[in-house]
């Protein structure tokens, strides 16, 4: 009979021959995996102190910067000196960003960290021109203060300003509009952003850094405790190689399998007998097919086959914890939409549906939730959306009126009505009740328009049909 050369084996027979000088070589691998094991350990622990040193650097610049921010802005608004004092006492005195850059230079100088965070610290000094311009003009607009009462670094600096004549020439009420216009103006923001992306990139490349280097040393230390316990198990159990080798082939990746399989994990492809590694390869094949199938399953749940986006399930699994937080609920309904039917047929009502989802999901953000709640009602799920942004959601539904009635060849004319309500009044059950009560008003007058609850009511625009010129955008 041939030889199954897939088995594999291992000679018992040899093995008693060699087992007793192998005993001592076996001792010697143990000293030096040990001595190994903990040199590896040891790099591990520096690995991590670095990291979390670095990390803590980085996000003192970000605080740093964040703090001479909000204490420019407490100075224009209220002209208190005290926040003068503490802003130049970070930037002279605590200087956390320059501490911060410091300690990444230690352990990561000349590498595209160290670069993310310097020009994150080099944007953060090119704000404080802007900030020391408000500050100097916002002095002007204080009684009896002038320059030669301050603290030498901070006269220095505010001296330094050069105020243009036509800010000389301003009256004190249109000299703080523009000293805090300096410092919340789009500008200005642009830079803090571009200050927070550094920030975030070196703290990203840190977290990268630090799990290549986990993963290789944690390989290695893994290596070598395997590595090490079968050595002791050589040692002690000499005799019984047979069954240790047994437990290695078959019964340890068996166990490992058992959890993984429990826990609804792939098993590792290698290691093992011949029968093992068929059966792992069987199962992952097995567990990618189901974990395919529930994936499908999962997303035509809560999806909606037309347009793609969360359907009524979806809504319910989030609308709870919208209406616990500061988030905003817009109810979304097609004014007409059996007419169009009626009218164009059932193929442009479906396009209309998609088009209006694909308006949707363009004008709102990625996080927020888009759902088909019914034939012809949508909703929008809004994260982190207070009564504060009540003007930026009527802008976005008069926009995407505009574009829904402009028809084309393939998809007709039309219009939405839209309720809009905020979260912090009740359960999910409440929003969206307060939000329909918002669309039932915008319907009732005509349609195509939006009221928000928000103690200044608007219902709805026009009503359906009117002529574009009689439409309140």
């Not at 944007?123 to 204080?142: G, Q």
């Not at 203060?145 to 036509?166: F, G, N």
Request: charged letters at 30%; proline letters at 2%.
């Amino acid at each position: 009979m041939k030889k199954d050369k897939t088995a594999g084996g291992i000679r018992l027979r040899l093995m008693n021959y060699i087992l007793g000088g192998l005993t001592l070589g076996i001792a010697v691998l143990m000293l030096v995996t040990t001595f190994l094991a903990i040199t590896g350990y040891n790099s591990l622990r520096r690995t991590s102190e670095a990291f979390f040193e670095c990390r803590e650097g980085a996000q003192e610049i970000q605080e740093a910067s964040d703090y001479l921010t909000e204490h420019v802005r407490y100075y224009v608004g209220s002209g208190m000196r005290q926040y003068l004092d503490d802003y130049f006492r970070e930037a002279n005195e605590t200087r956390r960003r320059e501490k911060g850059l410091a300690v990444l230079e230690k352990h990561f100088a000349g590498t595209e960290l160290y670069d993310a965070l310097k020009t994150a610290v080099d944007r953060s000094n090119d704000l404080m021109n802007d900030e020391y311009h408000a500050m100097r003009l916002r002095l002007e607009t204080l009684d009896g203060e002038d320059l030669s009462q301050y603290k030498p670094e901070i006269r220095e600096k505010l001296e330094a300003v050069v105020l243009s004549d036509s800010e000389l020439a301003m009256s004190r009420e249109e000299q703080m509009d523009q000293s805090r216009k300096l410092v919340y103006d789009q500008p200005y923001e642009d830079k803090k952003a571009e200050i927070t992306g550094q920030v975030n990139r070196c703290l990203r490349g840190l977290e990268n850094y630090l799990q290549e280097k986990q993963e290789k040393q944690s390989k290695q230390l893994h290596t070598l405790m395997v590595v090490e316990q079968a050595l002791i198990v050589f040692v002690i159990a000499a005799v019984a190689l047979l069954v240790v080798l047994t437990s290695l082939l078959v019964f340890h990746p068996l166990i490992r399998a058992e959890r993984l399989v429990r826990s609804e994990q792939p098993i590792p492809p290698g290691g093992g007998a011949y029968e093992y590694r068929f059966f792992a390869a069987t199962y992952n094949r097995m567990f990618e097919a189901s974990k395919e199938s529930k994936e499908r399953l999962a997303f035509k749940a809560s999806h909606d086959y037309l347009t793609g986006i969360f359907n009524r399930s979806g809504l319910d699994r989030y609308l709870d914890s919208a209406a616990a937080g500061t988030n905003a609920l817009v109810l979304v309904d097609l004014d007409g939409f059996k007419k169009i039917n009626d009218t164009y047929g059932h193929d442009a009502g479906d396009r209309i549906l998609r088009k209006l989802s694909e308006k949707l999901s363009a004008s709102f953000r990625q996080d927020d939730r888009i759902c088909r709640i019914g034939g012809d009602e949508f909703a929008v799920i809004m994260w982190n959306a207070g009564i504060e942004s009540a003007g930026m959601i009527r802008e976005k539904i008069a926009s995407i009126n505009a574009e829904m009635r402009a028809s084309s060849d393939d998809v007709p004319s039309a219009s939405i009505s839209v309720g809009v309500a905020f979260g912090g009044e009740g359960n999910g059950r409440d929003l969206f009740r307060f939000a329909d009560r918002e669309l039932y008003r915008v319907k009732r007058a005509g349609g195509c328009g939006i009221s928000v609850r928000d103690g200044s009511q608007d219902e709805g625009n026009a009503g359906e049909g009117l002529p574009e010129d009689e439409i309140d955008k």
